[in-house]
């Protein structure tokens, strides 16, 4: 297939001169980094690699969907961080920018999809006050079957639902998504019979969104998981190569390892898109809680990370641009260019005044938002700041699931190259424990 996106370096390679040098220079690393990382892969240490294999996964993932589809007209999923992040993710990109707000006829019949990841309360009033708890189903997520937030928002939820539709209907309106072997949630989907979805032990929450965690909503909605699950498959191919100038994940970590060590400690990612938008946020989380650690050396704690930001274009040029081009050259950017969209708006010509805006008639607005993308690259590069490009021929499934997968991969490599652990999380953990005892936890 055609539709591939592409990864464009020319912009970091021309924003300094040592950017190409220093490539060359770092090639053993970049190689030990990539085969650290297929030697983990084949401990099994990284599960993320197998989700898009899993067709048999994506086979009883669907069914489930088939089930909500036909008994709910709304569901609504409950987790935090990695347990939702990549659900808003899909379906800010996948369906219709106001897909909650369409009728069900223009929604094909699927039901609307909300996720709760807060536990402010107003905002899960503000959530019951567009429900009707008889036509809801709920998909709770959570590896470790007991993050506080999520199974908070679950005993409310619960309580509600079985006041309203008895404890059996509420049964079958809940679908559990956890580990398989342990945790509060799994004990409690067995004790009233839920339906059950397993997150693989070795799949940790940010890496998850390609098993059941992200593709049941995103089914129910109508999404075609298999082609998502395809896209990630293309890249698994695309990025197996230890030369960097072959594995486009490679590349990507190699260029952002190399700024960092020369002091760009923020990593600016940028979409021309809005329906891109919550990629910002999941890569946010994906690249801040694997690579932000503290790293042992000679016996002294040195904390290391490169900050995500997330800006949108063009929006964010009438806000951070202005920083990221006059303040410090601590970013390294990447753009990303969607090449053609669903929708085309005509400019038409100002009638009267406005003069001076004549040269917008008979323009489009895509070609206005890829100009702004074009010239921002332009002055990024002007200023010689490193500035790489992905390209998405369209924003579909396929080319989703390539884009998750090479993030994911790149982050593996960056952190085999910082030389820390890209999975674990202790300082969240640290803060989970302070919060358990803070709550009256009695063993914390
Ligand atoms: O990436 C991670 O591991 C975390 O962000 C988790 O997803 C988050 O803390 C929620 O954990 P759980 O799925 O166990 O509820």
Known sequence: ????????????????????????????????????????????????????????????????????????????????????LGNRMLHNALNHPRYNELPAGKRKGCPRVYVLDSIDADYLK?????????????????????????????????????????????????????????????????????????????VGGRYSVLSAVGLLSAAVSGIDIDELLSGAETAVK????????????????????????????????????????????????????????????????????????????????????????????DKIFTLLRVEKRQNSFIIPPPDGAGNELQYLGGSTLEKLLASELEATESVLAKRGRMCLRISLPTVSPYTMGQLIFFYMLMTAYMGELMGINAFDQPAVEEGKRITYRLMGRPDY
């Open 126 to 202: 503000g959530l019951l006050d567009v429900l009707d708890l008889k036509e809801t189903a709920f998909n709770v997520i959570t590896k470790s079957g007991g993050t506080v937030e999520t199974m908070a928002n679950f005993f409310v939820l619960k309580d509600m639902l079985k006041r309203e539709v008895g404890p059996n209907r509420a049964a079958e309106s809940i679908i559990a998504t956890t580990d398989a072997s342990r945790g509060v949630l799994l004990e409690i989907a067995r004790q009233e019979g839920y339906r059950l979805f397993h997150i693989p032990g070795n």
């Open 1 to 84: 297939m055609n539709d591939k996106i592409k990864l464009d370096i020319s912009g970091a390679l021309q924003a300094a001169a040592w950017v190409e040098g220093e490539i060359e220079s770092n090639r053993s690393d970049l190689a030990a980094a990539a085969q650290a990382v297929d030697a983990k892969r084949k401990e099994g240490l990284l599960g993320f690699f197998d989700l898009p294999f899993n067709k048999e996964g994506a086979a009883a993932i669907k069914q489930t969907a088939e089930y909500i589809k036909g008994n709910f007209k709304n569901l609504v999923v409950i987790g935090i961080g990695g347990s939702a």
């Open 238 to 329: 695309d990025c197996s190569a230890h030369d960097p100038y072959k594995n486009p994940a490679l590349m990507g970590a190699a260029l952002h390892y190399i700024a960092y060590q020369r002091g760009k400690s923020i990593s600016v990612v940028m979409p021309y898109s809005d329906a891109l938008d919550y990629f910002g946020d999941w890569y946010c989380q994906l690249w801040a809680e694997s690579l932000g650690k503290t790293k042992h050396v000679n016996g002294t704690a040195v904390p290391v990370g490169q900050t995500p930001l997330k800006a949108i274009g063009a929006r964010d040029q009438h806000s951070l641009l202005q920083l990221f081009l006059d303040g410090p050259d």
